[in-house]
Structures are given as structure tokens and as C-alpha cells.
Nanobody, 123 residues
């Protein structure tokens, strides 16, 4: 499985970005997907997660009401819509997958990582 993330960039506070992660290889609909982020000097944290069929979603408290994870299995793509961005959202964002469990609830459950895309939010 190869994961290719895109959509990062520089945005002013209050702005929006949509991250995309396209998968190749094993059937996309058979694995759970997630977005993590890592800010300089901080640990990588789980931001959002979505189950194989999209029925179950998780968003970390700090992004609830602002970020939304979704997926399009026909296009082998998972998205992270980020609205009302804040400077503290600045980080490298990584997409990740899990095949066996069909859901990603923690760092240790990740099978594959994408390459990361930089999100920078100015004040």
C-alpha cells in the first residue's frame, strides 16, 4: 500500500484547507484510514480516524467542529477538511492506514504511513 498526501500549504488564521490522501495497492475499502499531525518538538498525534465504510469517525477534541474526515472509496481517497484554522494547527500532517482492524485508534495500530504534507497557519 502506498499513500500519497497532498493539499497542505500556508493559510491565514481562520482560513480553510482540504487535505487529500490517495492510496494505491490493496483494495482501499478494506482498511481504516486516519490523519495524524506532528508539530516541531512534539509527538505525533492522532487527529481524525474513519472506518472502512465511513460509518465510524473520530476527531480529537482540539479539532472537533472545525475538521472533518471523510472518504471516497470509489476514488481511493481520504480527506481532511480543515476550517477555522488556528496557528496551533501548524504541523506536518500524515495519512495512515490499518488493514487488519479496519480502523486506526492509535499510533501503534498504523500499518502504513503517507509522506506528510506541511500545514502552516499564520496569526
Amino acid at each position: 500500500v502506498q499513500l500519497q498526501a497532498s493539499g497542505g500549504g500556508l493559510v491565514q488564521g481562520g482560513g480553510s484547507l482540504r487535505l487529500s490522501c490517495t492510496a494505491s495497492g490493496r483494495s482501499f475499502s478494506t482498511y481504516g484510514m486516519a490523519w495524524f499531525r506532528q508539530a516541531p518538538g512534539k509527538r505525533r498525534e492522532l487527529v481524525a480516524s474513519i472506518s472502512r465504510n465511513g460509518a465510524t469517525k473520530y476527531h480529537v477534541d482540539s479539532v472537533k467542529g472545525r475538521f472533518t474526515i471523510s472518504r471516497d472509496n470509489a476514488k481511493n481517497t481520504v480527506f481532511l477538511q480543515m476550517n477555522s484554522l488556528k496557528p496551533e494547527d501548524t504541523a506536518v500532517y500524515y495519512c495512515a492506514s490499518n488493514y487488519r482492524l479496519g480502523y486506526v485508534a492509535s499510533y501503534s495500530q498504523v500499518d502504513y504511513w503517507g509522506q506528510g504534507t506541511q500545514v502552516t497557519v499564520s496569526a
